[in-house]
């Protein structure tokens, strides 16, 4: 089994910056692609980046320029750097990752949720 475990959701005030963690951790060959997903109040949940093992990333527009993944492959982790984050940036922020656990075993996993809040 994986296990999933985010850190570094809080309260920052407009134009601040946060950092999110996600660390994976049980029987990992690899991980092929990390996503970061968010999800605010009232919305449906939307892709926010993805980063694949090659390194190539694609976010949404409404992040870039602002936000940057990054993989720490050695730790299972991946990063996701926020800068000049605005109010409707207020979401709970969910890491995901294309795992695979061995020859012809592959699923995705979620982590748990992270709170970030945007004050004005």
């Known amino acids: 089994q994986v296990q999933l475990v985010e850190s570094g959701g809080g309260l920052v005030q407009a134009g601040g910056s946060r950092r999110l963690s996600c660390a994976a951790s049980g029987r990992i060959f690899s991980i092929n692609i990390w996503a970061w997903y968010r999800q605010a109040p009232g919305k449906q949940r939307e892709l926010v980046v993805t980063?694949?093992?090659?390194?190539?990333?694609n976010y949404a527009d409404s992040v870039k320029g602002r936000f940057t993944i990054s993989r720490d492959n050695p730790r299972n982790t991946v990063y996701l750097q926020m800068n000049s984050l605005k109010p409707e940036d207020t979401a709970v922020y969910y890491c995901n990752a294309d795992v695979s656990t061995g020859i012809g075993n592959r699923r995705d996993y979620w982590g748990q949720g992270a709170q970030v809040t945007v004050s004005s």
């Open positions: 980063i694949r093992n090659s390194g190539s990333t």
